[in-house]
């Protein structure tokens, strides 16, 4: 399972919060497991290119909230149908700050424990590779761009041998600065590139 340190750093963490009645909310959930090997792991998916959002791009699984749900469910809903994987509310480690998109929505990211050895049955009409790297493999060196359309530094992660952008990044990028060095950073400060602003 989740070592007691990590759940400590997790679970203290005070996440921000956007209230915005404009935007769409959604939900997406970094799922930490242990695969053989014993390192604790979490997914990243690369999205399938035929989805109308966002296609091509790397993300957690997640997604839009139902009418009536609350995010902790939707991000478990999503988990669900993109990677088979069931979770109930017990999973629960924590939330992470509230991002908002440049395409209108709110993604809310929360950490759960998927235990040991979880199956997947990634869904192909989402999802077109998974990966999950081990938490190591996260503490790299993050590249900050700069560009005329906005005063906030465009975030890249370089990870899986390609750059991941935000708000995949960004998130990453605040989960790994928590969970590996226990340094808590806001994600609103980063940009998103101008592509992924549609």
Excluded at 171 to 181: D, G
């Amino acid at each position: 399972m989740i070592g007691a340190e990590l759940r400590d750093r997790l679970r203290s963490f005070e996440p921000a919060r956007i209230e915005d009645a404009d935007r769409r909310r959604a939900a997406v959930t970094l799922a930490l497991h242990r695969e053989a090997d014993g390192q604790p792991r979490v997914w990243l998916t690369l999205r399938s290119a035929g989805l109308r959002q966002h296609a091509s791009q790397f993300a957690f699984p997640g997604g839009r909230l139902d009418p009536g749900e609350d995010a902790f469910t939707a991000a478990r809903r999503e988990l669900h149908e993109e990677l088979g994987v069931p979770l109930g509310p017990e999973s629960y480690l924590a939330r992470l700050d509230d991002y908002a998109t440049r395409s209108g929505y709110v993604i809310t990211p929360f950490v759960v424990d998927a235990g040991e050895n979880p199956v997947t049955a990634p869904n192909p009409d989402e999802v077109a590779e998974l990966f999950a790297p081990a938490l190591p493999e996260l503490d790299v060196t993050p590249r900050f761009l700069r560009i005329p359309e906005s005063e906030r530094p465009v975030i890249q992660l370089p990870l899986l041998g390609t750059l991941i952008h935000a708000p995949t990044a960004a998130i990453l990028y605040q989960f790994r600065e928590l969970a590996l060095h226990g340094r808590r950073i806001a994600v609103a400060d980063y940009e998103q590139p101008v592509f992924a602003w549609k």
